[in-house]
């Protein structure tokens, strides 16, 4: 994606200089945009659990290179396979929720072990790393492709008038390495041309939408307009959204998806008022050995203080300010669990699906 006319991913390795990621660092955006140098595995930990990267996809592929530094840092010790475990193992409890994220390090786990010395180890998990980076971009590039036919078909039944799409969270490209998963069929929409409107929920408490997802759209010239997240349904109620997408941080083999808090809310109200509700996501995002999310899928509960207070630009600063009494309790669940049921759809890499077993089975049968 373009950022002031430049090109980016989210996650990279620095020309030249070898054992060097770097990032975009999310948690000071829109206002800031810095690039941030990882070189431990401990600089991963950190970036993945203080959201400095954050996105089920992207939290993968951090991992991925983060066990690319883990074996660079065991090469330096007498225990390198230990060493390789308990980075693994850091790493995988900075955040539970999302599937990507152990999905990446099991992967790495697996094919380091497939070298005969040290040096070999090194580069498999290097080649390892920068693979699953580019896997997940092309796999972002598909949903985006396949999701264009549905805004298409959405189109032809507006008859020219903007086509009014409601998101949740940040699915887009800063999720992801590139392109996005909710987003992406809607950078191929309206770079195809389509007349279209995006509804950007809020999202608290940490305002991925406001911050982050808005921030992005207006980056790419994408029509766009921040709500609260309560806004919704009223939107709905009045044929002013025609389409709901969003994406799932874990998604189990029989098509429930586990997202950003307040995605049941959105889908019981597009249910409720006949609009289709899909959810974008890549094969990575499955969870094959779970079935029922609402009683598998751990939830991930964050600190209180991300909802008693909130950061933003003030005269020119940033600034952390308290929205609570001081002594008022607060809890913290960052995602919730929608019910197959409630899905139209699931848009893949491979295609569109029915959220059910079958449906995705359909899709991938291997699994």
């Not at 206002?31 to 659990?49: G, P, S």
């Not at 152990?102 to 180890?121: C, H, L, R």
Request: proline residues 4%; glycine residues 8%; aromatic residues 8%.
């Amino acid at each position: 994606m373009r950022i002031q006319g430049q090109d980016y991913r989210t996650i990279w390795e620095k020309a030249g200089s070898p054992g060097l990621v770097q990032i975009i660092d999310q948690s000071r955006l829109p206002h800031e945009f810095i690039i941030e140098d990882l070189t431990t595995v401990r600089d991963f930990a950190r970036a993945i659990r203080d959201m400095h990267v954050r996105g089920a996809i992207l939290i993968g592929a951090a991992a991925g290179y983060g066990m690319y530094i883990a074996a660079r840092e065991a090469a330096k010790t007498n225990y390198f396979n230990d060493y390789i475990r308990k980075a693994g193992e850091a790493l995988k409890s900075t955040r539970p929720t999302a599937v990507n994220l152990a999905w990446a390090v099991e992967k790495q786990i697996k094919i380091i072990q497939t070298g005969n010395t040290i040096d070999e180890k090194i580069l498999l998990a290097g080649e390892t790393a920068r693979a699953i980076a580019r896997e997940e971009e092309s796999a972002c590039q598909q949903i985006g492709e396949h999701g264009l036919r549905l805004i298409r078909e959405c189109g032809r039944a507006k008859k020219g008038k903007a086509i009014n799409i409601l998101t949740h969270c940040n699915a887009g490209w800063l999720a992801c390495v590139d392109y996005g998963t909710a987003t992406a069929p809607i950078y191929e929409a309206f770079n195809q041309g389509l007349n279209l409107h995006v509804w950007v929920d809020e999202t608290r408490p940490w305002n991925q939408g406001a911050r982050l997802t808005a921030w992005e759209l207006g980056q790419h010239g994408v029509p766009h307009t921040v709500i609260a997240d309560n806004t919704g349904g009223h939107l709905m109620q009045h044929d002013m959204v025609d389409m709901v997408i969003v994406g799932s941080d874990r998604t189990t083999r029989r098509g429930d998806v586990a997202n950003k808090i307040g995605t049941y809310l959105k889908a019981l109200a597009a249910r409720d008022n006949h609009i289709p509700f899909y959810v974008a996501l890549p094969s990575s995002s499955f969870d094959w050995q779970l079935s029922d999310g609402l009683k598998e899928i751990p939830i991930e509960e964050r600190t209180s203080e991300e909802v008693k207070y909130i950061s933003g630009q003030c005269e020119g600063k940033i600034k952390r300010v308290l929205l609570t009494p001081p002594d008022s309790p607060a809890v913290n669940y960052a995602f919730d669990v929608t019910p197959a049921r409630l899905i139209t759809g699931l848009i893949t890499e491979r295609g569109v699906c029915e959220a059910s077993e079958a449906g995705i089975a359909a899709l991938f049968p291997g699994h």
